[in-house]
Nanobody
Framework: QVQLVESGGGLVQAGGSLRLSCAASGHTFSAYDMGWFRQGPGKEREFVAAISWNGRNTIYTDSVKGRFTISRDNAKNTVSLQMNSLKPEDTAVYYC??????????????WGQGTQVTVSS
């Protein structure tokens, strides 16, 4: 079982930066790929970025490439999302999620409660 708690959201002007953090509980954190998703007003939840269990591989949705950076610290059980050059369309609730190793059924089975990011124009 992994419990996830996000922090770092807030209100920022367009062009600004925010850093989201996700603190995980559970001794198996380092076995999980971790990701960030977001859900904007009136929109479906969408994938933003993910990082492999060992931090060696990352993937981003096209709209955030070059602006967002995902990272993790397995010693501290944290995953972060550095968001630069923010745009109003980045406004959303951002969720941290954990994807289990192959021997566990399911994908993105653990989720945090979300943190609001609002970008003003």
């Amino acid at each position: 079982q992994v419990q996830l708690v996000e922090s770092g959201g807030g209100l920022v002007q367009a062009g600004g930066s925010l850093r989201l953090s996700c603190a995980a509980s559970g001794h198996t954190f380092s076995a999980y790929d971790m990701g960030w998703f977001r859900q904007g007003p009136g929109k479906e939840r969408e994938f933003v970025a993910a990082i492999s269990w060992n931090g060696r591989n990352t993937i981003y949705t096209d709209s955030v490439k070059g602006r967002f950076t995902i990272s993790r610290d397995n010693a501290k059980n944290t995953v972060s999302l550095q968001m630069n050059s923010l745009k109003p369309e980045d406004t959303a609730v951002y969720y941290c999620a954990a994807n289990p190793p192959p021997e566990v059924d399911g994908h993105w089975i653990y989720w945090g409660q979300g943190t609001q990011v609002t970008v003003s124009s």
